[in-house]
């Protein structure tokens, strides 16, 4: 699966586009980071993703003891849902950067093929955050259920409302 993706993919990412998507996750750091953030940045997500009118998984992991500290399930997903937004964010422990970042990387620079392995338990699509207070990545953010990219883009509408931050555009596919 995640080499047809790749190969359907090639020429959808500029040169360039996976050092945007760093800019935008150093836009993202934190002061401080805690259950009651995850709460706010939880609620907040879900509060933007029912815009588009599908439901969504949201999944907030402290990842010191890799405890879910927030999770909300739409009444239509089911666990394939929570499945995806796991191998999301097993793409960001990889990685260090946001899901996205894996395919824009991979396409562009190339050097990431175990993550394009079917058993790496990996999904390098938009939907996963990491959450760094200074260098260190305390939290991960998963969102999984809506299309066409927008479950990347309602993380980032929420962190930017959150945090009170503006972006860079991302020029590449949203997937």
Known sequence: ????????????YP????????????????????????LSVGNLIVQI???????????????SDELTVFQYVGNSKSQRNIDFA???RNTVLKTGHCSLWAMAQELTNGGLE???QENSNCLPV???????VGKQLVATIAVSGLRDGKDHKVI????????NKEIPVFKGKLI
Request: glycine fraction near 6%; charged fraction near 30%; include cysteine.
């Open 1 to 12: 699966m995640l080499h047809k993706l790749r190969s359907e993919l090639e020429g959808q």
């Open 114 to 116: 175990d993550i394009f």
């Open 49 to 63: 993703s029912q815009e588009y009118k599908e439901d969504v998984i949201v999944r907030i992991t402290r990842e």
């Open 156 to 163: 980032e509408d929420a962190l930017c409302s959150y945090l």
């Open 86 to 88: 796991l191998a999301k």
């Open 15 to 38: 040169p360039g586009c996976a050092k945007v998507l760093e800019e935008i996750e150093k836009s993202f750091v934190f002061e401080m980071f805690n259950s009651q953030v995850a």
């Open 126 to 132: 938009g939907g996963a955050f990491p959450i760094y």
